[in-house]
């Protein structure tokens, strides 16, 4: 039976290539413990502080980990009797960071390097509605300060269980796996990567096969991470925050950050390289001075020696830098002319090569239309990434289809 769903629409996100992402959300490498978060948030003398995600031990990866992170450095700030503080960076930390400092009393410049707010949120349009190309769910709901922002302002959120895909291709991973597997990782040495427990239980699978185990892993690591597992902690690697409660914003999270945006000094275009800190204020790029500055550029870009810091950061700071890492997840949206998929909200497709694993979020109720997220890790961003974008939401919109059963 040929397949007759057209694409009328679509959007690819890039978070790899992006030099000012680097990566999707930071990790915690087989080196590293969530210590190695506390360090690098923590305030680096009296006038440089590093925020963002990547800081908070608890709530690290999401938005209201960085927002969090942001406000809390911008309260530290405050505390000092800074009255001028440069942000550096327009994301969900800078924008955290930068309110807080205005609910205080202090003048507050966020510098951001894109053309746009939002950082690893952004907003897209496709074939006329508003998704995301970056974070999606406002994830551990009751807990979430951004989940309270969004229903002060009304917006509608649409519930996700990720605990009850639909899996399209294959058979459901065993019920008890993930509980073996969280065992395992709890136990293993201090400094194993998540590839070496995974081998050792593999020379042993039983009573479950080894089949099963791989599409366990890619289920709820490779797909959760999109990092190579000899380099994930084993211990540490898999953190907390998907399957609490998660809810999506139908028209995006741009609905929280231009709110929050509002009555900001916020420059754009402004790519910081140079942060000189002396006795008395601190410089950016030689040209804008303020008391302090908090930086919330992503781990990979700080990594990277993006900016150059004079002095240079405390050993604590570049240590935790080593041990901290991003993985890769990608997202294509996809406006189809029909639905050709069961309703459920949230399916799993395991393709044909280990780690070639894609989630979807079905949009088609919320949004009137019929729109899938896809989110790709692993094997599948090797070989579906080249090319255009046009090209690459086509081969994303054949693994859809080869995925749903039946006729179209
Ligand atoms: C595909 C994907 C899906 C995700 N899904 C979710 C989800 O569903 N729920 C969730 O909670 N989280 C999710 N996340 C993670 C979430 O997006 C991030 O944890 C969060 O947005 C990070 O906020 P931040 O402020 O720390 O960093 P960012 O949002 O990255 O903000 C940092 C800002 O600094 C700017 N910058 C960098 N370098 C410089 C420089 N030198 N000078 C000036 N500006 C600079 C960047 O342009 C950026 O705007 C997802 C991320 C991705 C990529």
Same mark, same amino acid.
């Given at each position: 039976?040929?397949?007759?769903?057209?694409?009328?629409?679509?959007?690819?996100?890039?978070?790899?290539?992006? =030099? @000012?992402? %680097?990566?999707?959300?930071?990790?915690?490498?087989?080196?590293?413990?969530?210590?190695?978060?506390?360090?690098?948030?923590?305030?680096?003398?009296?006038?440089?502080?590093?925020?963002?995600?990547?800081?908070?031990?608890?709530?690290?990866?999401?938005? $209201?980990?960085?927002?969090? &992170?942001?406000?809390?450095?911008?309260? @530290?700030?405050?505390?000092?009797?800074?009255?001028? +503080?440069?942000?550096?960076?327009?994301?969900?930390?800078?924008?955290?960071?930068?309110?807080?400092?205005?609910?205080?009393?202090?003048?507050?410049?966020?510098? !951001?390097?894109?053309?746009?707010?939002?950082?690893?949120?952004?907003?897209?349009?496709?074939?006329?509605?508003?998704?995301?190309?970056?974070?999606?769910?406002?994830?551990?709901?009751?807990?979430?300060?951004?989940?309270?922002?969004?229903?002060?302002?009304?917006?509608?959120?649409?519930?996700?269980?990720?605990?009850?895909?639909? *899996?399209?291709?294959?058979? =459901?991973?065993?019920?008890?796996?993930?509980?073996?597997?969280? &065992?395992?990782?709890?136990?293993?040495?201090?400094?194993?990567?998540?590839?070496?427990?995974?081998?050792?239980?593999? %020379?042993?699978?039983?009573?479950?096969?080894?089949?099963? /185990?791989?599409?366990?892993?890619?289920? !709820? /690591?490779?797909?959760?991470?999109?990092?190579?597992?000899?380099?994930?902690?084993?211990?540490?690697?898999?953190?907390?925050?998907?399957?609490?409660?998660?809810? @999506?914003? *139908?028209?995006?999270?741009?609905?929280?950050?231009? $709110?929050?945006?509002?009555?900001?000094?916020?420059?754009? $275009?402004?790519?910081?390289?140079?942060?000189?800190?002396?006795?008395?204020?601190?410089?950016?790029?030689?040209?804008?001075?303020?008391?302090? *500055? /908090?930086?919330?550029?992503?781990? =990979?870009?700080?990594?990277?020696?993006?900016?150059?810091?004079?002095? =240079?950061?405390?050993?604590? $700071? %570049?240590?935790?830098?080593?041990?901290?890492?991003?993985?890769?997840?990608?997202? +294509?949206?996809?406006?189809?002319?029909?639905?050709?998929?069961?309703?459920?909200?949230?399916?799993?497709?395991?393709?044909?090569?280990?780690?070639?694993?894609?989630?979807?979020?079905?949009?088609?109720?919320?949004?009137?239309?019929?729109?899938?997220?896809?989110?790709?890790?692993?094997?599948?961003?090797?070989?579906? @990434?080249?090319?255009?974008?046009?090209?690459?939401?086509?081969?994303?919109?054949?693994?859809?289809?080869?995925?749903?059963?039946?006729?179209?």
């Amino acid at each position: 039976m040929s397949i007759t769903a057209r694409l009328l629409g679509s959007a690819v996100s890039h978070w790899g290539e992006d =030099p @000012w992402a %680097r990566g999707s959300w930071s990790l915690i490498g087989r080196h590293g413990t969530p210590q190695d978060r506390i360090a690098l948030g923590a305030p680096a003398g009296e006038r440089l502080r590093i925020a963002g995600e990547a800081t908070h031990a608890t709530r690290a990866g999401m938005t $209201h980990g960085a927002y969090e &992170k942001g406000a809390e450095a911008a309260r @530290w700030a405050a505390d000092l009797g800074h009255s001028r +503080v440069a942000v550096v960076g327009a994301g969900m930390a800078g924008l955290g960071a930068a309110r807080t400092l205005a609910e205080r009393g202090v003048q507050a410049r966020i510098f !951001e390097a894109r053309d746009r707010i939002g950082g690893r949120t952004a907003g897209v349009d496709v074939a006329g509605s508003g998704f995301d190309l970056g974070a999606n769910w406002l994830q551990q709901y009751d807990e979430n300060v951004l989940a309270r922002l969004a229903e002060q302002l009304g917006l509608t959120v649409v519930v996700t269980d990720f605990n009850d895909p639909l *899996v399209l291709a294959g058979p =459901p991973v065993p019920e008890n796996l993930e509980d073996e597997l969280r &065992k395992r990782l709890a136990v293993a040495a201090p400094d194993a990567g998540i590839a070496d427990v995974i081998d050792d239980w593999l %020379r042993d699978p039983a009573p479950w096969t080894a089949d099963e /185990i791989h599409r366990l892993v890619d289920a !709820e /690591i490779v797909m959760d991470t999109g990092a190579p597992l000899g380099w994930l902690s084993a211990r540490y690697g898999f953190e907390p925050g998907v399957g609490e409660g998660d809810r @999506w914003i *139908v028209g995006g999270y741009r609905l929280l950050t231009e $709110h929050l945006a509002g009555g900001l000094d916020i420059r754009l $275009h402004q790519a910081i390289e140079r942060i000189r800190i002396e006795d008395d204020r601190v410089v950016l790029n030689d040209e804008h001075e303020a008391d302090a *500055v /908090i930086v919330t550029a992503p781990l =990979p870009v700080l990594a990277a020696g993006t900016i150059a810091f004079d002095p =240079p950061l405390p050993p604590a $700071h %570049r240590d935790a830098l080593t041990r901290l890492g991003a993985g890769r997840v990608e997202k +294509v949206i996809l406006r189809f002319d029909q639905r050709f998929w069961p309703a459920h909200g949230y399916y799993r497709v395991h393709g044909p090569e280990r780690t070639s694993i894609s989630e979807w979020l079905d949009a088609t109720e919320a949004d009137g239309t019929p729109t899938l997220v896809g989110l790709f890790a692993g094997h599948w961003l090797g070989t579906l @990434w080249a090319g255009t974008d046009a090209e690459i939401a086509e081969r994303a919109a054949e693994i859809i289809r080869r995925a749903v059963p039946g006729p179209r």
